[in-house]
C-alpha cells in the first residue's frame, strides 16, 4: 500500500502530478539533443547562457550563409508546453526551428525559460522579458554573444511561440510597449495555436499561476488589459489549426486584436484538419507543415 507521502494530490495529464510530499512527476520526459551542426539543412545551433542569476539559457540558430556576412531578421521562440514541460533544447523544438531557420533564412534564438510548478508563473513570463532585453544588448554589435552580434538585425525582430509559448510571446510584446524597451524593433509577433484559458484547463493553469484571476487575468484575456493598445509591434499572425480545442480562444484574441486601439494589423491563418501543434510532432516535409512554415516565412519578409 502506497505511503500518504506518495498519494497525489493534484494530476494534471499529460503535462505532469504532484504528490503529497511535493514530489512533481511529468508524464513525459524531455529528449534533449545537443547543439550542432544539421545536416540536412546546414543550420548550426550553440547554447548560451542568458541570464547567470536565474540559470535561464538558449539556444541560438543560423542558417547556413554562403558569401559574406548578412544581417537577418531575427526571431525569438517560446516553447509550449502548458509552462511546464518541454524545453528550447528538446528534439522537437530543434527539428523545428532547423526547418524554419533554413526555409526562412533567418536567426532564431530559443529561451528556455524556466517550467512551473517548481517556478510558478510569472516567473516564465519575468524569464523571456529578460531573455529579449539580454537580446537587445547587442544592438551596437558589441553585445556577449558574437552570432547575434553579426548577424542578427534587431531593427527586424519578431516573437513566436506555439500554445504557451505564443502567449508568453504576446505577453513580451505588450510588456515591450508599455514599459519601453531600446535596442531592437519588434516587427511582429506569430501566435501558433496561442494558448489564452480555456475552462477544461482552469485547474491547471490556476495552479501554475497562483496569482491568477482567470477571466479576468490579462495574460488569459487580453481583451481586459489596458495596455494592450500599446502592444509594441505592428503586425500579428494568429494561427489556428481547425482540430484544436484551443481554436475558438485563439480566434477570439484574432478579434480582439482586430477591434482593439491597437493599430496594428492581425491576420488569420487556419490549417484545414489539423490538430494543436501539428508542427512541432510532424516531419517537416508533410504538406500541412510546408504550407504553415511557408505562411510563416511570408509573414516575416511582408
Known sequence: MASNTKKVTHDFPPYFKVYKDGTIERYLNTVYVPPGLDTATGVQ????????????KARIFIPKIDGPPQKLPLLVHYHGGAFSIASAFDTNGTN???????????IAVSIDYRLAPEHPLPIAYDDSWAALQWVATHSNGSGPEPWLNKYADLGRVFLEGESAG???AHHVAVRAGSTGLAGLTITGVLAVH???GVKQHDALYKYVCPSSDLDDDPNLNPEVDPNLKK???KRVLVCVAENDELRDRAGAYYGTLAKSEWGGRVELYET???DHCFHMFSDPNTEKVKH???KMVDFIYQ
Open 45 to 56: 545551433s550553440k547554447d548560451v547562457v542568458v541570464s547567470p542569476e536565474t540559470g535561464v
Open 96 to 106: 523545428y526551428l532547423n526547418s524554419l531557420v533554413s526555409h526562412g533564412n533567418i
Open 166 to 168: 505564443a502567449n508568453i
Open 194 to 196: 496561442p494558448f489564452f
Open 231 to 233: 502592444m509594441a509591434c
Open 272 to 274: 484545414l484538419d489539423g
Open 292 to 294: 504553415l512554415v511557408k
